[in-house]
């Protein structure tokens, strides 16, 4: 069976391939997992489930889906890519929560950690409000790269340091809804 993706002439990108590394089946398995354990952990609580946009919307969809609780959602929407490959080194806030998470619960819903820029910028942002306990779920971790300063309570899988889109992720917002996760080739990214 073949596991990778060549892009059709006339699509952007097209001729590149990309290499399947998470099945859409095993996605699936890994999101409904740790629903279970969040439902556990948070029996008899409502929770506020904060998704990080773009890229996390997927994720999050699947996961509050897997829940046998009551929760809230709200998003939050940070950038530190633009249109690179590569974190440009500063987070910039495009799109703050809108709800009041002064003694809640909540959990902030990532797509991918990779250097954790974003992880630490995210935990310093929720902490000003003050939550009741603030935990973190990611669908997809580089332990290679990644900064272990922040506590991740939720990884969906390990991966390599390689550029990755599917699931949420994208190419300059390309590729968002293929539902694995796929490695795209170096030379596609120029």
């Known amino acids: 069976m073949d596991s990778g993706i060549i892009i059709p002439e006339g699509y952007p990108f097209s001729g590149i391939e990309l290499e399947e590394i998470i099945s859409p089946y095993l996605v699936q398995k890994r999101v409904e997992e740790i629903g279970e354990e969040i439902s556990e952990l948070y029996q008899d609580k409502v929770p506020i489930i904060i998704g990080v946009l773009n890229g996390a919307f997927l994720f ?5 889906r897997h829940l046998h609780i009551q929760f809230e959602v709200d998003f939050i929407k940070i950038d530190s890519y633009g249109n690179n490959t ?3 080194g500063t987070v910039r806030l ?3 929560i809108s ?3 002064t003694g809640r619960h909540v959990i ?3 797509d991918i950690v990779d ?3 974003s992880l630490k910028f ?3 942002r929720m902490e000003e409000a003050s939550p009741k306990s603030l935990r973190f779920a990611t669908f997809l971790y580089k332990p290679d790269v990644a900064s272990p300063e922040v ?6 899988f390990n991966i390599d340091d390689r550029f990755v889109v599917g699931y949420g992720l994208d190419l300059k917002q390309i590729y968002r809804g293929l539902p694995g996760i796929y490695a795209i080739n170096e030379d596609a990214k120029k």
């Open 151 to 156: 506590k991740i309570d939720w990884v969906g």
């Open 115 to 117: 250097t954790g820029l």
């Open 99 to 101: 709800a009041d998470i």
């Open 86 to 88: 590569k974190s440009s």
């Open 108 to 110: 902030v819903v990532e």
């Open 60 to 64: 999050m969809a699947d996961l509050v």
């Open 94 to 96: 495009l799109k703050d």
């Open 122 to 124: 995210l935990k310093r």
